[in-house]
């Protein structure tokens, strides 16, 4: 990265080189009304990415003038220093950084832990910008950030197949002792309709074609899980000599079999158990078609 340039900015904020902090940091006052109001740093990490720091002095906060600098330090980057990607640790607990960040294109790509992300070993919410990315204020530039940074909820789409007697179609998996019904968690950009009939190909080699929605169920965070959204789709009443022709994928799923309501509770978790129930309750026409952890709200 080059040497810092004559200062540059607008006529509310400008940034004046400081110094470098070694050889591959640069430093830049933020002046404002004439007067040095925080300081900007840039590190160059190699390969065309540098590392964004900033720090205003108490007094020039909640103004804009954080956002206005930064700003500026990031087109200078791409348009003059040859960086190809500016990022920030930022604190999340910190949300005026965060919108500093975020009002110049930045986007939220995950959390940085360890022993050097932060002190009380939260993490450090890392942002970045490429220098291609779409500019800050245009419709795809917004759109992109608030993409990276709205909350997501993992999806979880299932369904329920019952034979003549209604039994119940559970699985039991290799990576815990709890049986649930077939399915699994929707990918980025699918469908969940979808997604529950390709659960059942894939893992039981059974083509079952998703009916209605049943049931939406609401998982809460659990045993290191964040919540989820558990659509159950119905996957029709079928004879049990359908698993005749089941192939197990082995790496997921153990065995199957349908199951009586006491198999059921003995067998699933006590969410499973209630998720169940409550579909197959909407299955007959009655019920709720919402639930949190199965149960009725």
């Known amino acids: 990265m080059p040497a810092a340039a004559a200062g540059f900015g607008d006529e509310t904020v400008s940034l004046v080189?400081?110094?470098?902090?070694?050889?591959?940091?640069?430093?830049?006052?933020?002046?404002?009304?004439?007067?040095?109001?925080?300081?900007?740093?840039?590190?160059?990490?190699?390969?065309?990415?540098?590392?964004?720091?900033?720090?205003l002095d108490e007094g020039a906060r909640g103004q804009g003038l954080a956002t206005r600098a930064v700003g500026?330090?990031?087109d200078h980057a791409f348009a003059e220093l040859g960086i190809e990607r500016v990022e920030a640790r930022v604190n999340p607990s910190q949300r005026a950084s965060v919108m500093v960040g975020l009002r110049?294109?930045?986007?939220?790509?995950?959390?940085?832990?360890?022993p050097h992300a932060q002190a009380d070993d939260t993490g450090h919410l890392l942002l970045a910008r490429l220098s291609d990315d779409p500019g800050a204020r245009t419709p795809e530039g917004f759109r992109a950030m608030l993409n990276s940074s709205l909350p997501r909820k993992r999806g979880i789409a299932q369904l329920l197949v019952r034979d003549p007697d209604e039994r119940v179609l559970l699985c039991r998996l290799t990576y815990k002792k709890d049986w649930d019904l077939p399915g699994g968690v929707v990918e980025v950009g699918e469908s969940p309709h979808l997604a529950a009939g390709r659960e059942a190909l894939e893992e039981l080699s059974l083509d079952l074609p998703p009916g209605e929605l049943l049931l939406t169920d609401?998982?809460?965070?659990?045993?290191?899980?964040?919540?989820?959204?558990?659509?159950?789709?119905?996957?029709?009443?079928h004879e049990p000599s359908l698993l005749e022709g089941a192939r197990y994928q082995a790496r997921e799923i153990r065995d199957a079999a349908f199951c009586t309501p006491e198999e059921v509770r003995e067998r699933a978790a006590d969410f499973t158990a209630r998720r169940v129930e409550a579909a197959l309750a909407r299955a007959r026409g009655e019920g709720v078609p919402y639930t949190e952890s199965g149960r009725p709200v």
């Open 104 to 114: 110049n294109g930045m986007r939220k790509e995950g959390v940085v832990r360890g």
């Open 72 to 74: 500026h330090l990031i």
């Open 218 to 237: 609401w998982l809460p965070p659990w045993g290191g899980w964040d919540d989820a959204l558990c659509l159950v789709f119905d996957g029709g009443v």
């Open 17 to 55: 080189p400081a110094g470098a902090g070694d050889a591959q940091t640069l430093r830049y006052a933020v002046v404002a009304g004439g007067q040095r109001v925080g300081t900007l740093g840039l590190q160059d990490h190699g390969g065309g990415v540098a590392e964004l720091w900033w720090e």
